[in-house]
């Protein structure tokens, strides 16, 4: 599965060490957007639909470091 640099940092921050925790953490936060949080919303969804056809291994195998830099 690839991920944008955005998407990955988006990760890094609402990860809880699972696939599984960080799904529920991401579904979570996106409840509280704004109308107006388009991107923000549009970004959380897609990185949502990636980790729900991920498997566990698969996530586990991801470098979910920051990388604000790029």
Do not use: Q
Request: a negative charge.
């Amino acid at each position: 599965m690839s991920f944008t640099n955005d998407e990955m940092n988006l990760m890094c921050i609402y990860n809880t060490g699972t696939r599984e925790g960080t799904l529920n953490a991401l579904t979570a936060m996106r409840e509280y957007l704004t109308a107006e949080e388009t991107e923000l919303r549009d970004m959380t969804d897609s990185v949502v639909e990636k980790l729900e056809k991920m498997n566990d291994a698969e996530f586990a195998a991801l470098d979910l470091y920051p990388d604000f830099d790029e």
